[in-house]
């Protein structure tokens, strides 16, 4: 039976790794190994696997060279790949505790617990496997044993939050409340800002009928991370103790809907598990993680998937939009141009030059991001976002007319589209052409009403229109949903206040 999908990623935190070397000391083949990590941890699983690869052609028998190709399948989910290659590490260097540990938890991550466990317990004042020991004995319902790792634990490894947090969990499941938040404090002391600690705190009070004071815990957890499916659950909990029962149903539907990401998620875990080459169920697999907000996941199975066939287009669509939400730019440039080079004439590499114009965009190469919004538009005129990015390149080359069109026909494209308006309400203001300002903002406010920075621009129109109740009741709008920069919100108080 597979250990469920929660546990499985909390233990991928528990596989260890190797502390960065000086790159500039060592042998040619402890420098392939070195490159191998650095590319890893970049992402380039493609090329960390052929250092590692290099490094195993000077010596079979390197130890490091295997561990790093066990630990880039285990991040891969190749798991069966990165059993050979944990299990040759231990051959080359049986003492090498680092790959037993990871051994065992891809033991355990295939179902193999009993396996995982004798692993652990082979290393008994080993602080990772002493830490990671408990978790596989609560699988097993082995509570008494849980306790007594976990102090062992702390007794190997000095204080550390991990076994703070789990002592408090084990403790909060047995009913030992004070003991339990005694624990959970203490890791809080040790690292603050993690939120499953403030959770489970959470869940003390909530146990104890402190409904109140778990609220406050469960709100706080779900600011920090929107999509924490349990603790939408627990919130649900707590407004329905406290009589809310419309906002524990909103809340419990939001804890429905991520459950079912999640249920999705491990549904296709076990695909890959089988077939870990197989492109779409790694693009699946990946979209659901972006759906739990989990990038970091949904771009490792993206790079697999581009590993496994580096020329799919779908692949590097997605995998460029990712990254160019991470900001990771130069790699979204590389991508880019990869796959316009190899699908010339398909028209869906319209997404990689619309991707690669909102770097130029952002990097304001103006020239270039314009040619490639046209040649994005000339594979897809129906894209809103293209006209409107295009219409924002344009009015940094200083082409307003072409802008304005450009604008406009975003604001045709899709009316949904808040932007378009926005923008051309700014042209609009900037030229003094007030009244086609206003329409323009009031459109973008039709689009999207919760754009708060539309209410600004309006006010400042309506107060260069003499309409000062107008001008007044925006700033007012603009100053209760303004989340932003606070000088910005500032600057509004201070427009308000000046009014006559």
């Avoid at 009913?175 to 040790?190: F, H, K, N, S």
């Avoid at 619309?354 to 991001?369: D, E, N, P, T």
């Avoid at 604008?407 to 923008?423: G, Q």
Wanted: proline letters at 4%.
């Amino acid at each position: 039976m597979r250990l469920p999908y929660a546990c499985l990623t909390a233990m991928c935190a528990f596989l260890c790794g190797c502390a960065p070397d000086d790159p500039q000391e060592g042998t040619k083949q402890e420098l392939l190994v070195r490159a191998g990590r650095s590319l890893m941890a970049e992402g380039r699983y493609d090329s960390a696997r052929i250092s590692f690869q290099q490094a195993l052609r000077l010596d079979s028998l390197d130890a490091e060279a295997h561990f790093g190709l066990g630990n880039l399948d285990a991040r891969l989910g190749r798991l069966e790949g990165a059993l050979r290659a944990y299990r040759a590490t231990i051959a080359a260097d049986p003492a090498h505790r680092r790959a037993r540990h990871n051994l065992a938890v891809t033991e355990a991550d295939l179902g193999r617990l009993p396996l995982a466990v004798e692993l652990l317990e082979q290393m008994p004042a080993y602080a990772p496997a002493l830490r990671t020991l408990p978790l596989f004995y609560a699988k097993q319902g082995r509570y008494d044993l849980v306790e007594k790792t976990l102090l062992a634990a702390l007794d190997a490894g000095g204080d550390h939050v991990d076994v703070r947090q789990q002592l408090g969990q084990l403790y909060l499941r047995q009913g030992r409340y004070a003991e339990a938040e005694a624990q959970l404090e203490g890791a809080l002391a040790l690292d603050s800002g993690r939120v499953e600690t403030h959770r489970l705190v959470g869940l003390c009070h909530l146990a104890q009928r402190r409904y109140a004071e778990a609220l406050v815990l469960f709100e706080r957890v779900i600011a920090d991370d929107p999509l924490h499916i349990e603790a939408q659950y627990n919130l649900a909990s707590a407004l329905s103790a406290l009589g809310r029962v419309a906002d524990a149903e909103r809340a419990l539907e939001h804890f429905e809907t991520l459950s079912e990401y999640a249920a999705q998620i491990a549904r296709l875990r076990r695909q890959v598990d089988v077939t870990p080459d197989h492109v779409e169920t790694r693009l699946q697999l990946a979209h659901q993680y972006r759906q739990l907000g989990q990038l970091e996941y949904a771009l490792t199975h993206y790079r697999a998937a581009h590993e496994a066939d580096p020329a799919h287009l779908p692949t590097l669509i997605q995998l460029s939009g990712l990254l160019l939400e991470l900001g990771r730019s130069n790699e979204v440039l590389a991508l880019c141009q990869q796959g316009i080079h190899r699908h010339a004439g398909d028209e869906r590499i319209g997404e990689l030059f619309f991707a690669r114009g909102l770097v130029h965009l952002q990097r304001s190469q103006f020239a270039q991001a314009r040619a490639d919004f046209e040649q994005a538009l000339d594979l897809d005129p129906s894209s809103a976002q293209a006209w409107n990015n295009l219409g924002n390149a344009l009015l940094a080359l200083g082409e307003t007319v072409q802008a304005q069109r450009a604008l406009e026909a975003a604001a045709s494209a899709d009316p949904t589209l808040v932007d378009a308006p926005y923008n051309l309400g700014s042209l609009f203001l900037q030229q003094g052409q007030l009244e086609q300002a206003r329409s323009a903002y009031l459109a973008a406010i039709a689009a999207d009403s919760t754009f708060a920075r539309t209410y600004y621009a309006l006010a400042a129109v309506y107060e260069a229109q003499g309409a000062i109740p107008q001008a007044r009741e925006n700033y007012l709008i603009f100053i209760e949903r303004w989340q932003g920069d606070p000088g910005f919100l500032h600057q509004a108080r201070a427009k308000l206040a000046q009014l006559p």
